[in-house]
T-cell receptor, first 113, second 114 residues
Framework: AQSVAQPEDQVNVAEGNPLTVKCTYS??????LFWYVQYPNRGLQFLLK??????LVKGSYGFEAEFNKSQTSFHLKKPSALVSDSALYFC???????????FGAGTTVTVRA | DAGVIQSPRHEVTEMGQEVTLRCKPI?????LFWYRQTMMRGLELLIY????????DSGMPEDRFSAKMPNASFSTLKIQPSEPRDSAVYFC????????????FGSGTRLTVV
């Protein structure tokens, strides 16, 4: 069975500082990995995905994530956080032969001015 | 494309009443998912349709919940009778199976059962 762990319930950073949201996964075979962001009272919005190829994936709003197969991680990063990045972030994994995305519990990011 | 469209955005109903949530997936997508989001349980997959056929309903909490997809452009999630513990945000998502592009989510229906 596939699963995702987001070890931090909350991440707090100052505006302008780097932001990292951690994610580790467990899946049989090659993983497809995703990050979604949820703003208050909104649905989940796709940020970026890793399917194959370059381990560093760039996505929307200046976010990027690095796939590390040996550590089974897919951490989300942004070099300089904005107050508007404050939201709930979900990591998700899909097995190569599966249809069902498995989501982590989510990490609440708060960026203070 | 208008994305995944859900209605209503908010629903307040009394315990015991029937509630119907609606979803229009993205045209061309052949997979549809219903999720429930609560503070306690996070995101829970309720049911998955592929080509309008229910494939996995193991997440449907009990017989009070039912879902249908009569055609490729419409799905409903019904709760009858509703209970206060059903209060949550219900999301519909669609995707094109085989492309592994992930899901596109609707804006959700916030259900409050009083």
């Amino acid at each position: 069975a596939q699963s995702v762990a987001q070890p931090e319930d909350q991440v707090n950073v100052a505006e302008g500082n780097p932001l990292t949201v951690k994610c580790t996964y467990s899946v049989s075979g090659n993983p497809y990995l995703f990050w979604y962001v949820q703003y208050p009272n909104r649905g989940l919005q796709f940020l970026l995905k890793y399917i194959t190829g370059d381990n560093l994936v760039k996505g929307s709003y200046g976010f990027e994530a690095e796939f590390n197969k040996s550590q089974t991680s897919f951490h989300l990063k942004k070099p300089s956080a904005l107050v508007s990045d404050s939201a709930l972030y979900f990591c998700a994994v899909l097995g190569a032969n599966d249809y069902k995305l498995s989501f982590g519990a989510g990490t609440t990011v708060t960026v203070r001015a | 494309d208008a994305g995944v469209i859900q209605s209503p955005r908010h629903e307040v109903t009394e315990m015991g009443q029937e509630v119907t949530l609606r979803c229009k997936p993205i045209s061309g997508h052949n997979s549809l998912f219903w999720y429930r989001q609560t503070m306690m349980r996070g995101l829970e997959l309720l049911i998955y349709f592929n080509n309008n056929v229910p494939i996995d309903d193991s997440g449907m909490p009990e017989d009070r919940f039912s879902a249908k997809m009569p055609n490729a452009s419409f799905s409903t999630l019904k709760i009858q009778p509703s209970e206060p513990r059903d209060s949550a945000v219900y999301f519909c998502a669609s995707s094109f199976q085989g492309q592994n592009y992930g899901y596109t989510f609707g804006s959700g229906t916030r259900l409050t059962v009083v």
